[in-house]
């Protein structure tokens, strides 16, 4: 069966590219790097004359040395100056928009990139002035000096999109575009295989317990991985959890069947298929990013801040992204050897469970918010479209109900209650046009 999730390695992969240090570190290597070619072009033959003709470089050797080190001191200083301000006001921003934000600021590229720019010439200009004898080649001066420009460009560029970061509708934007860009790897595409009749054995309880070997979260399962083991053993797994559930060492997480038959070299084989860590991370689990676009929407309902346009755009955002998961099939329970015999069940993020996730906090907290629940309900009446199947209708029409439930409990305004009532009346007739 193709495989929907990823692997250890791509959860290694995950964290890597998103840490603040990777990319710089890259860059610093490449300012090494090119410190060592900038030596080596200077020996070309005419290369300096060229420099000389044409007046490019004329400081003298002393004035040579003074520049770049000028410019090792100032890079260091604005680099140091720049991020320390950006990141107090990201501190503040955070505070109404979540401390997720942080996490979205060091995993973002373009922050990554300017930071490595400043660094890598600060680390080119300084070991100029240590690994070169005087006179030093204009090449390298040269190089220096471009960089030192290029940095500034950056960083009027880097003002601008650090600007836009602190707007809640620009950081919605960015979590969806994650969200939307993990969907494929947990929805596969439509048609594109048959899942297997769910075994008897699933439900039963006459095998050993599988127990976690840590504490934490779970953020990856090997599915493959288990398959091959089940297939090579002639086991039958059960996995009771998935990507973004806490487990407790020591505690029940499935079933492994036939009873008497998991050995301790089988035990630690499927602990090797399961990735448990300290937080949670959007590499498999999908629930993550709706979480942080509705922490961003629970938080501009609180009373202190009370914005109901930020609610608003996150359930807008929420609803494009349920509808790029309804254009998916359901992921698989039921994993099957290359003889058709089913060998591992696990648990799965439906559709139903992604409407919860997205939809239950925040309409919790819109009671008596006539805008918030009016453009909940036009939402719903908005993915009426993309219903594939039964399970999409009847998720929808139940959020629906609670929805008007909540209305009629806390709108007073007779011409609110008609306006819901009416958004209400569309999403239902939205949904009855669709035909099994």
């Not at 301000?85 to 922050?111: C, E, I, Y």
């Not at 997205?358 to 907290?365: D, F, K, S, T």
Request: with cysteine; hydrophobic share 50%.
């Amino acid at each position: 069966m193709t495989r929907y999730l990823l692997s250890r390695f791509d959860v290694l992969r995950y964290g890597i590219t998103r840490s603040f240090w990777f990319v710089p570190a890259l860059m610093i290597i490449g300012a090494v790097l090119l410190v060592v070619a900038t030596r080596d072009v200077a020996s070309i033959k005419g290369l300096e004359g060229f420099f000389k003709k044409h007046e490019l470089i004329a400081a003298s050797p002393e004035a040579t040395r003074t520049i770049l080190a000028t410019t090792v001191g100032s890079i260091i200083t604005v680099t140091s100056l720049v991020f320390s301000m950006v990141l107090l006001a990201l501190s503040r921003a955070s505070q109404q928009l979540g401390p997720r934000l942080l996490q979205a600021f060091t995993g973002d590229k373009v922050n990554q990139v300017v930071l490595g720019a400043f660094v890598a010439t600060f680390v080119h200009a300084l070991l100029t002035l240590a690994m070169t004898p005087d006179p030093i080649p204009p090449t390298a001066v040269a190089v220096s000096i471009l960089l030192v420009l290029g940095c500034f460009v950056l960083l009027i560029f880097f003002l601008h999109h650090t600007a836009q970061y602190m707007q809640a509708d620009y950081v919605l934007a960015r979590v969806n575009t994650e969200l939307c860009a993990a969907i494929p790897a947990a929805f596969p595409p439509a048609g594109s295989f048959e899942e297997p009749e769910r075994p008897d054995w699933a439900d039963a309880d006459d095998g050993d317990l599988l127990l976690a070997d840590a504490s934490g979260y779970l953020q990856a399962v090997d599915t493959s991985r288990l398959v091959k083991l089940a297939c090579d053993r002639d086991l039958r797994l059960r996995l009771d959890v998935r990507p973004g559930h806490y487990v407790i060492k020591d505690g029940p997480i499935g079933q492994v069947s036939p009873h008497d038959r998991l050995s301790e070299d089988d035990a630690a084989e499927i602990a090797g298929a399961l990735v448990i860590g300290s937080v949670r991370t959007a590499a498999q689990d999908i629930e993550y990013s709706i979480k942080a676009m509705v922490e961003i929407a629970l938080r501009a309902l609180s009373p202190g801040i009370n914005d109901t346009y930020t609610a608003i755009a996150a359930i807008d955002q929420l609803g494009g992204a349920l509808a790029d998961a309804m254009k998916r099939s359901t992921p698989p329970h039921c994993f099957a050897d290359e003889k058709g015999t089913v060998r591992l069940v696990r648990d799965r993020v439906d559709f139903e469970g992604l409407l919860d996730a997205a939809y239950n906090p925040i309409r919790q907290n819109l009671a008596g918010n006539v805008s918030g629940i009016v453009r909940l309900l036009e939402v719903v009446g908005e993915l009426a479209p993309f219903v594939r199947d039964d399970e999409h209708k009847q998720a929808l029409l139940r959020h629906l109900d609670m929805t008007v439930s909540l209305a009629k409990r806390t709108v007073e305004g007779e011409r609110d209650n008609a306006d819901v009532a009416n958004r209400a009346a569309a999403a239902r007739g939205a949904l009855a046009a669709w035909k099994d």
